[in-house]
């Protein structure tokens, strides 16, 4: 799932300064205020994203934050692109995985999850890694990555593994933690869909012990 442009909710480009977004909210909350408009729940709906939008983008830090996500997402450039690097991607996948710390682990969307991941394993960013050849910062996004997507339940994942392979270049104790995560997750699928199988089978022998022992 993409994120909200606040931007466009604010009829703003993205570019605007802090007071572009001061007069653009200005104008709308005027227009949209609940108190001033009877034409059902549209508009107390739209002012609540106006409200949303100038609450992230008036706030420098959760501006940067935003506007690296949607750089990240491919809506808009970001500022500081001559400043990704190996370790900016590393600090991306380190918030990723404080993000899913901090939410509530039955309502994590996982296609926007595995779309996030892969948004971090964009061929660009790959060809960052092995340019910088960064082998401590390389491993570190691995292993945050592996655990971002021990939250990915049941889902294919031999696209990703196949990026994270090629982050590794060939270093034997990346390439063993790649390949030892890929045979646990297999083997926690095998046990998932045994589970009800062996349960029955349980049921159904504790079943026939009590029957036996009741005669």
Not at 23 to 51: M, S, T, W
Not at 83 to 110: F, P, Q, T, V
């Amino acid at each position: 799932m993409l994120p909200k442009d606040y931007y466009k909710i604010l009829g703003i480009n993205y570019r605007a300064d802090l007071q572009d977004i001061k007069k653009a909210y200005r104008l709308l909350a005027l227009k949209y205020h609940p108190d001033k408009n009877v034409d059902g729940n549209y508009n107390d709906v739209y002012f609540k994203e106006i409200q949303e939008a100038y609450s992230v983008l008036s706030n420098k830090d959760k501006k940067n934050v935003y506007d690296e996500k949607l750089w990240l997402a491919g809506i808009t450039k970001s500022e500081n692109e001559e400043l990704i690097n190996a370790g900016w991607l590393l600090n991306i996948a380190k918030e990723l995985n404080n993000s899913l710390i901090r939410m509530d682990k039955h309502s994590i969307n996982y296609t926007a999850l595995k779309s996030y991941i892969l948004l971090i394993l964009t061929d660009t960013h790959i060809a960052i890694l092995l340019t910088e050849k960064d082998n401590t910062i390389n491993a570190a996004i691995i292993k945050e990555l592996i655990v971002a997507m021990k939250e990915l339940k049941k889902t294919n994942l031999d696209d990703i593994y196949e990026k994270l392979t090629l982050i590794a270049n060939k270093e034997y104790s990346l390439l063993n933690l790649i390949e030892k995560d890929k045979r646990e997750r297999k083997r926690q699928y095998e046990i998932e869909k045994w589970q009800p199988i062996i349960v029955f089978i349980i049921a159904v022998l504790l079943c026939i012990f009590v029957f036996i022992l009741g005669k």
